[in-house]
């Protein structure tokens, strides 16, 4: 059974940094098709940060030059390292993995999410 789990949501302070970690049991991270997602209170969610099914990041223009995406292979484990933070940021994040379908990334795993909160 595969699971996904998210950590290092919290509160903190426009400007202010947090870094998100997304564990997997069950599941190796294979470098395509993982990612994290957001989704803010009455708004669609949205892609932040994802490995595409070539393995190449793409960022969400919202976020770009101020969120990282990484993996740990010894880990096993999908970070988002989220800097210069802005009340905007503040959504529900979760972690997502799946597997290549054709020419697109289908996502089959997805974690529960850990709450962001940005205040100014």
């Known amino acids: 059974q595969v699971q996904l789990a998210e950590s290092g949501g919290g509160s903190v302070q426009a400007g202010g940094s947090l870094r998100l970690s997304c564990a997997a049991s069950?599941?190796?991270?294979?470098?395509?098709?993982m990612g994290w997602y957001r989704q803010a209170p009455g708004k669609n969610r949205e892609a932040v940060a994802v490995?595409?099914?070539?393995?190449?990041?793409w960022y969400g223009e919202p976020v770009k030059g101020r969120f990282t995406i990484s993996l740990d292979n010894a880990k096993n484990t999908l970070d988002l390292q989220m800097d210069n933070l802005k009340p905007e940021d503040t959504a529900i994040y979760s972690c997502?993995?799946?597997?290549?379908?054709?020419?697109?990334?289908?996502?089959?795993?997805w974690g529960q999410g850990t709450q962001v909160t940005v205040s100014s």
């Open positions: 490995f595409n099914i070539f393995g190449s990041i």
């Open positions: 069950g599941y190796v991270f294979s470098g395509f098709c």
């Open positions: 997502a993995a799946g597997h290549r379908r054709g020419d697109a990334c289908e996502y089959r795993y």
